[in-house]
């Protein structure tokens, strides 16, 4: 199986190594617009060789596009133009619905499957990449009734091989719940940065921060030419889980104000029960990687 990524940074990276490593490809073509991605894919041995645009495309039995979001909806246009026409097309964007649109029409939209491999650290470019990355995490794939049914097949299969399971949603469930539980938590961290960044106690602060701060601030070091089109293609989303987290600082901080402390101990063990959601079984909500492959819905 010959699989060409689009895209030589952590994630694009991360899923050739595994897939490398899992057998499911036999050989991986890279495409990058920076030339020394391509020189350290090589060099690191993520890739086999590297190749311009069009040939490379042309040789997949499947195409991975991993780029910003804004790129994606220009690319992937022209990947369905070029692909042989048995040929697979996966994106890992983690937006879908201004994706989707950009190739609704195209005669090739069956051999799309949208997808959001849900992983990461804050690091880019080819030496981020690390093996294990995508190990039991969730992809989910959106809209799979558009996809034709041995496309559909063939990228599951490809995202189990590295270890993952997977999820469906419409495209727009997708932008909705991410904006909550990816984009949120970016958006928070940057803001966390920006306000240590502005004290005029910083460099204190920097030398008494332990793992908390630390943990919490991490997502502030994550690129934003990747994270700015992420927050606009999914602007009304992000606006409107920004709007309630907003809502909920501010009961927190009158809570904080108010002589009686009962509100802010019943706001602290309300938010106690998060364990339930992340301690929580999910086989309801995925297709195991060890299930046999078979086309149906389910929503998360």
Known sequence: MIVTVIGLGLIGGSIAKDLRKSGFASEIIGIDNKAEHQVRAQELGIVDRCMPFDEGVKAADIVLVAIPVDKIVGILP??????????????VGSTKKLIGDAVKKHPRRGNYVAAHPMSGTENSGPDAAIEGLFEEKICIICD????????????EKMYHSIGMDIAFMSADEQDHTTAHVSHLPHITAFALANAVLASNDRRIIFDLASGGFRSTARLAKSSPEMWGPIFKQNLDYVVESLNVYINHLEDFKTSLLEPDETHMYQLMKNANRIREILNGESQNLVRKKSTTTKLYTKNI
Not at 79 to 84: F, T
Not at 144 to 153: G, I, K
């Open 78 to 91: 022209k990947v369905l133009d070029l692909i042989d026409p048995s040929a697979s097309v996966t994106d």
């Open 144 to 155: 799979q009734q558009l996809s034709r049914p041995q496309h559909l097949a063939l990228v």
